[in-house]
């Protein structure tokens, strides 16, 4: 697996509303009514991950959660992130 090019990043980013790079990760945060939601959230997006053997960073506050995606063994954001981020979105209700 290889990094993906900025000008690949960029083309994903066009379906991942609100995600960015930042220092070289994937970043989004995720507001909540609580923090009980945000935790629940987080645990979820920890299960899915830990089945793709993937490990997010992920910041859990007070109504926030942060998550940050990149692909360790390649030093950089891969296509396993993005996949990883669209899975995410799937838990937000639109």
């Known amino acids: 697996m290889e990094q993906l090019t900025p000008t690949e990043i960029q083309a994903a980013l066009a379906d991942l509303p609100g995600w960015a790079v930042l220092d070289g990760l994937l970043v989004k945060t995720y507001e909540f009514r609580s923090y009980k939601d945000g ?18 960073d992920m910041l859990i506050g007070y109504q926030k959660v942060t998550i940050s ?26």
């Open 69 to 94: 995606l990149s692909t360790h063994d390649i030093g950089g954001i891969g296509p396993l992130d993005v996949d990883l981020a669209r899975e995410i979105e799937t838990l937000i209700p639109r």
């Open 39 to 56: 935790l629940i959230f987080a645990v979820t997006v920890g299960h899915w991950a830990d089945s793709l053997n993937h490990h997010p």
